[in-house]
């Protein structure tokens, strides 16, 4: 099983700046996708952005210039940078991740428990 561990968020006044990472951890498992999805009231679950293993990433065009996913291999961690928050940025963000089990072929999706972020002054 993977485990995504995730932290960072909070309350942030308007044009403010936040970080949210998410620790994965599975020693049997080879984890390719890493990312980002937000849910927010009323609505329906939506990428914000996922970073492919060789590095190739992808925003939501809400997000692009705004916002910056990066990823530490060595610990296995993906962070996202937010800055510039806007009100509609308010949602309950969790972190992604598609993970193979060595022993099988087919990846499976897990995801992280959601942290709330508020943008509101």
């Known amino acids: 099983q993977v485990q995504l561990v995730e932290s960072g968020g909070g309350l942030v006044q308007p044009g403010g700046s936040l970080r949210l990472s998410c620790a994965a951890s599975g020693s049997r498992y080879s984890i390719n996708v890493m990312g980002w999805y937000r849910q927010a009231p009323g609505k329906q679950r939506e990428l914000v952005a996922v970073r492919a293993p060789g590095g190739t990433t992808n925003y939501a065009d809400s997000v692009k210039g705004r916002f910056t996913i990066s990823k530490d291999n060595t610990e296995n961690t993906v962070y996202l940078q937010m800055n510039n928050l806007k009100p509609e940025d308010t949602a309950v963000y969790s972190c992604?991740?598609?993970?193979?089990?060595?022993?099988?072929?087919?990846?499976?999706?897990?995801w992280g428990q959601g942290s709330q972020v508020t943008v509101s002054s």
């Open positions: 992604y991740a598609q993970a193979r089990r060595l022993d099988r072929l087919s990846p499976e999706n897990y």
